[in-house]
T-cell receptor, first 109, second 116 residues
Framework: GESVGLHLPTLSVQEGDNSIINCAYSNSASDYFIWYKQESGKGPQFIIDIRSNMDKRQGQRVTVLLNKTVKHLSLQIAATQPGDSAVYFCAEQGGKLIFGQGTELSVKP | KAGVTQTPRYLIKTRGQQVTLSCSPISGHRSVSWYQQTPGQGLQFLFEYFSETQRNKGNFPGRFSGRQFSNSRSEMNVSTLELGDSALYLC???????????????FGNGTRLTVT
């Protein structure tokens, strides 16, 4: 079936380094993509989104890249901080909103 | 602006019982979606309501039901609880009927349901 998946289940980075979290999707008709951050004991928190007519969008310390040719999405976090430690989900909107399994980001001080 | 509010925060039930979970969306948001989150299955879509009508439904048995009121508040109900229903149930709201650019889903912190 159609799904959105993440390449790496866990990612460990040093504080101050840049983080890259990847995501693959299979529905070429999806027109909207979102990244969410979920901290322990909380619900997913919206980080950044991107429409299918864009290939890059920047926020505060975060950048989302969309490659429709290979159906790949990535989230880049600049100067990663301990507070960035969380599970990150990508999601695609192609009718229903479908979430990937998530990547756990661990930031080492 | 208050976020999505879910009550109760924690719930413990026994097999066979039923449970009702409540969700108050962000003011002005008319769409409410429900998700089940478990370690093994991740975030699974349950259903979506917009203007008191169910617009979309996930692949869950009929024991899972929901409704939306005229003030956009929503409830979901699970009858004849099974051990496998233990999960974090998340409610999310958005302004428009489906999550879209400039109208993404905003989640509450969930209700942790434990079935014993």
């Amino acid at each position: 079936g159609e799904s959105v998946g993440l390449h790496l289940p866990t990612l460990s980075v040093q504080e101050g380094d840049n983080s890259i979290i990847n995501c693959a999707y299979s529905n070429s008709a999806s027109d909207y993509f979102i990244w969410y951050k979920q901290e322990s004991g909380k619900g997913p928190q919206f980080i950044i989104d991107i429409r299918s007519n864009m290939d890059k969008r920047q926020g505060q310390r975060v950048t989302v890249l969309l490659n429709k040719t290979v159906k790949h999405l990535s989230l880049q976090i600049a100067a990663t901080q301990p507070g960035d430690s969380a599970v990150y989900f990508c999601a695609e909107q192609g009718g229903k909103l479908i979430f990937g399994q998530g990547t756990e980001l661990s930031v080492k001080p | 602006k208050a976020g999505v509010t879910q009550t109760p925060r924690y719930l413990i039930k026994t097999r066979g019982q039923q449970v009702t979970l409540s969700c108050s969306p962000i003011s002005g948001h008319r769409s409410v979606s429900w998700y089940q989150q478990t370690p093994g299955q991740g975030l699974q879509f349950l259903f979506e309501y917009f203007s008191e009508t169910q617009r979309n439904k996930g692949n869950f048995p009929g024991r899972f039901s929901g409704r939306q009121f005229s003030n956009s508040r929503s409830e979901m109900n699970v009858s004849t609880l099974e051990l496998g229903d233990s999960a974090l149930y998340l409610c999310a709201s958005s302004r428009q009927e489906r999550s879209s650019y400039n109208s993404p889903l905003h989640f509450g912190n969930g209700t942790r349901l434990t079935v014993t």
